[in-house]
Structures are given as C-alpha cells and as structure tokens.
C-alpha cells in the first residue's frame, strides 16, 4: 500500500541552526501539507502546496519556514533559523487532487529537538 | 483556536463491546470530517470520513455519525479489539479554498482484553 515516508526520524540541532525536513508523498497524490505537534498539544496544520506554490499558510509558519519541491517526489520544510519553540513532531502529508481531496494520508513524522 | 473539541482524553472498553468517541465543534463552516487514528511514534493513520451532506458513513468496524444540528460527530467502533488501543482524533475542513485539517485534542482508547 502506497505511503508518505519521512526522513530523518529524529533530528537534533542546536539553536539558530538551518534544518531541512523531508518527505516522499504518495506518487499520485498533488497535495502536501506539512503539520506540527508540540509534545501534548494538539495536531496544527503549518502549511498547504499545490502547484508548485503555497495554496495556505497558518500563522506559525512565518519567514523562517519554508517548503519546496525540488524533484518529482520529494517535498521539504526548511526552517532557517531554529528556535527552541520549533522542537515538535513534524508530520508531512499528502491528498489527491480530486475526489477524496479532505482525506490526507500522514507520514510517520520527524522528530525536531532544539536545544 | 478550540473549534474542534475532544471532550474525553480517555475511555476505556472491554473487547468485544462498542467503543464510542466524541467529538464536538463550534464552526458551521465545517464541511468535511474524518477521524485518524495515531499510536505513540507514528502518524496519524486515516481511519473514516464523512461528509456534512450525510449523517452516517461506515466502513467495516468503524461507523462515523454527524448530527449536524448538535455540531457533534461520533465514532462507533464495534466489536472492539485490543489492537484498537491508540489515541483518535476528529479532525474537520472547511473544504472551498481551504483544505486545512483543523484537529481535535484527541482521545486514548484502551481496549481491554
């Protein structure tokens, strides 16, 4: 069965550094998300990419984030310069264009630690 | 932002008895519905949707109702197994221009061999 991977798993930095987040979305689908949970809060929805652009952002994700899709399958969230608030789980996700469009199928997420 | 709510952060079941997971929301602008299902270190997994033009989907095991009127969504999981002990969360969409998911804070099922 098709599904999302993520790498690395857990990523440790030190503050202030550039990380790179990446993921491999199911190969038909052409909608990516990337989502965040903070260690016992909810899951919050960062950013949304069709396209080759951004279709929504929230307001956490601000100059710091970006994402890209550099190849035909990877998509990655780059955070420039991390901050200590930015440790969290990290989920990448993908939906189909049409039809199931809400149903969005989750990797297994990255682990960001900042210290 | 608690526009989707998840009142119970736990329930505990028996196996073989029906496991029944609520979640509430305030925004009539929800269109769409699903629940995921997440064990520690992993993604979560999607389990059932359901549109805001229905009011019951089901799917094996799994059976979502929406009352609209309440603005309460349920997941009945019937019979229960011990392999169904994860955290649930509701999550819903606005649909339109948006396809954000906007979570709830979860709920940890326990099934009870």
């Known amino acids: 069965e098709p599904e999302v991977t993520q790498t690395p798993s857990h990523q440790v930095t030190q503050m202030g550094q550039e990380v790179i987040l990446r993921c491999v979305p199911i190969?038909?689908?052409?909608?990516f998300y990337w989502y965040r949970q903070i260690l016992g809060q909810k899951v919050e929805f960062l950013v949304s990419?069709?396209?080759?652009?951004?279709?929504?952002k929230s307001e956490i994700f601000d100059d710091q984030f970006s994402v890209e899709r550099p190849d035909g399958s990877n998509f990655t969230l780059k955070i420039r310069s991390t901050k200590l608030e930015d440790s969290a789980m990290y989920f990448c996700?993908?939906?189909?264009?049409?039809?199931?469009?809400?149903?969005?199928?989750f990797g297994p997420g990255t682990r960001l630690t900042v210290t | 932002d608690q526009q989707v709510k998840q009142n119970s952060p736990s329930l505990s079941v028996q196996e073989g008895r029906i496991s029944i997971l609520n979640c509430d929301y305030t925004?009539?602008?929800?269109?769409?519905f699903l629940w995921y299902k997440k064990y520690p270190a992993e993604g979560p997994t999607f389990l059932i949707s359901i549109s805001s033009i229905k009011d019951k989907n089901e799917d094996g095991r799994f059976t979502v109702f929406l009352n609209k009127s309440a603005k309460h969504l349920s997941l009945h999981i019937v019979p229960s197994q011990p392999g169904d002990s994860a955290v649930y969360f509701c999550?819903?969409?606005?649909?339109?221009?948006?396809?954000?998911?906007?979570f709830g804070t979860g709920t940890l099922l326990a099934v009870q061999p």
């Open positions: 190969s038909n689908h052409l909608y």
């Open positions: 999550a819903a969409s606005r649909g339109g221009a948006t396809n954000k998911l906007i």
């Open positions: 996700a993908s939906s189909e264009e049409t039809g199931r469009l809400y149903e969005q199928y």
């Open positions: 990419f069709y396209n080759n652009e951004i279709s929504e």
């Open positions: 925004n009539s602008m929800f269109d769409y």
